[in-house]
């Protein structure tokens, strides 16, 4: 069964632009979940989706967005870069979310200049 | 709110060592816990969980972890650490009640010397 697959792995962008990332999650996963991983903060949730839906958001800027598809892939967008967005973005998908295991990409670096 | 702490930053073992990770959490009611590891530049590769039942959970690579609900700890264990062990670990915490969200801890950096 093929795991969690985050594109791209790794990218640069300029102050300003805007960027999508993307993950497929395990097959039959309903539940997709975003984190950004900095040095200094840590692991932070993002926002969680199921069925389409925003199930959950964390505590980032509305310059943080993301969807789902109907085969439960999920894309997050960010928009108008700072350098602080330089991160490492996690993504994560479940069977049905809470209660059930989650599984991680590889992730994708962020590095905005 | 939930929280989950992890004491130690950074701890050093000889191989064939035992280890201890801990991890102290914050939540009313029994949480769903989790530990996972992270190489490198890689994702996080989850080694166990506890969702109910027995205190003693067993994980793949030789790991184990026991919940204690009267210290609110869930602290990750293994009897004789490999060299390949080396990595950061993340204990998490999960409510039902927040779908799949996860709260982390900072993070333990493992070092194991020859």
């Known amino acids: 069964k093929a795991g969690v697959t985050q594109t791209p792995r790794y990218l640069i962008k300029t102050r300003g632009q805007q960027v999508t990332l993307s993950c497929s999650p395990i097959?039959?996963?309903?539940?997709v979940s975003w984190y950004q991983q900095t040095p200094g903060q840590g692991l932070q949730f993002l926002f969680e989706?199921?069925?389409?839906?925003?199930?959950n958001k964390g505590n980032f800027p509305g310059r943080f967005s993301g969807r789902q598809f109907s085969n439960s892939r999920s894309e997050m967008n960010v928009s108008t870069l700072e350098l602080g967005d330089s991160a490492l973005y996690l993504c994560?998908?479940?069977?049905?979310?809470?209660?059930?295991?989650?599984?991680f990409g590889q992730g994708t670096r962020l590095t905005v200049v | 709110a939930q929280s989950v702490t992890q004491p130690d930053i950074h701890i050093t073992v000889s191989e064939g060592a035992s280890l201890e990770l801990r991890c102290n959490y914050s939540y009313g009611a029994t949480p769903y816990l989790f530990w996972y590891v992270q190489s490198p530049g890689q994702g996080l590769q989850l080694l166990l969980k506890?969702?109910?039942?027995?205190?003693l959970v067993q994980g793949i690579k030789g790991f184990e972890a026991e919940f204690k609900r009267s210290q609110s700890s869930f602290n990750l264990r293994k009897p004789s650490v490999h060299w390949s062990d080396a990595a950061e670990y993340f204990c998490a915490v999960g409510a039902g009640n927040q779908g799949g969200k996860l709260i982390f801890g900072q993070g333990t950096e493992l070092s194991v010397k020859p």
């Open positions: 989706y199921f069925s389409e839906t925003q199930r």
């Open positions: 506890y969702f109910s039942g027995d205190t």
């Open positions: 994560a998908s479940s069977w049905r979310g809470g209660g059930t295991e989650a599984f």
């Open positions: 097959s039959g996963h309903r539940s």
